[in-house]
DNA sequence: TAAAATGTACGAACTAGTGCGTATGTCAAG
DNA sequence: CTTGACATACGCACTAGTTCGTACATTTTA
């Protein structure tokens, strides 16, 4: 399949292919997988890491590289296995971009699930979760890089995906309870839409992450000075707290 | 050049290529441009509009596939002109590219240069220039996306062109100028960064257009209806305001 | 006629993907 | 506990098609 073809590429193809486990889904790890590596010299089975082992260089190549400008040849070479194996798991480069993209996102859900805010008092349950999100972003550029590379490409890969699609309502829901609250307590005057406040939290942060180049490059700024970090903070907090209390 | 050893493609090189006017600097147009098209089916040599022509199509190409994704050939045959041409005018696809960089960002420059802001009241002010960056964000997604892809490719392209380096600064001048102007008014209480105000700004319109797809597609929201860009429009200014007369 | 502009056809290198052979693990039958 | 059968895991080397870039010929302009 070539490149040109592959614009218009039916993800879901790789659901009719050959073996192509990816199933990535249960988390049991055979008992063994500890001292997982090499028995000697003989080859020892471990499709968990070897899958694993592929993913984060790949994670890796198209995160730098984007998807068009990613070399399968390239990730394969940087892998402990071999191309041939990439194509046994993953079925194509469209499905190793996707497997890439799916593991991003889960790895995020668990963070952003149990994060114990309605005991909190409104306003500082919303800068608690100001913080996770800018903490978040800033410590997972690859994340931030690749959805910037699924947008290039319209989210066509993510629309195919259930598991992306049905993801992130709920922090929706934690916002829209905090701002419920907020309004029942008296401490926030304006009626907010929770999904506009989220894309006012979230552009910020995602903002300094994915444009920290072009951004830095022309007001020849650091945006990951510890200092300019914490100020940053700061001023999102209190630009979204300030915007509800008006 | 292949595309592997594209990657450390020094874009300098392009300046000691053949011919390579990319002049474009002086808008000069020829006096008989107007009906520049073909003279009855014999060739009328027009390099300027033949370039645009390029120019043009190339922005469609890498907007939509990226810089490693758009194609050199893809290019041409949607071009009046031939591949044979985009070589002879910008040398290498890197060289087009970078064309398709400045010259993007040379228009917005005209754009943000004279927008009469010091005689508005300093609240007024900001809210124009926020209106402005909203909405020119909103009608050159193309200029977004290049940014975008830009980021991707660590702004190595932008390092490289002065013109697209020194840019910018005048946004922040005005910024400072309104806040400083609204500090002696007594109608802003927080000393800002107009750095920091930039970017506070800027991410979100920014963030409205770039991740238009992959926020549309998780929250099932067009960021691009009337209605809703007219809140977010309002959103952003009401947040900015307040967070600085706070 | 010299110089600039343009079209055609081609090539060298690269790239995604595969055919085929081999190694390893599992499990049931003896 | 062996042995054998079969599915899974893995590697080498190859191919078909693509991609950027260019040599060469040709036309237009000045």
Redesign the interface.
Known sequence: MT??QM?KFDVDNRLSTRPVSVSMADETVKADSGMAAKRENGRKNDPQRTQEDILDVATEEFTT?????G?VDAIAEKTRTSKRMIYYYFGSKEGLYLAVLERAYRKIRTLEEDLQLSNLPPEQALRVLISTTFEHDEANPEFV?L??????H??AH??RSEA??D??VSV?ETIAAILDRGIAAGVFARK??P??IH??I???C???V??????????R?DLSEPATME??KG??A???I??L??
Do not use: C, P
């Not at 590289?65 to 400008?69: K, R, T, V, Y």
């Not at 959805?147 to 290039?152: A, L, M, R």
């Not at 994915?210 to 022309?218: D, E, L, P």
């Open positions: 490149l040109e614009r590289h984007g998807l068009a400008g070399r890089r959805v910037s590379i699924e947008n290039i319209h989210a993510m629309l992306i699609r993801l992130n929706i907010a839409d999904i506009d894309m006012l979230s552009a910020f995602f903002f300094r994915s444009n920290r180049y072009t951004f830095g490059t022309i007001f700024r100020r940053h001023m999102i209190d630009a979204v300030s915007y209390k008006t």
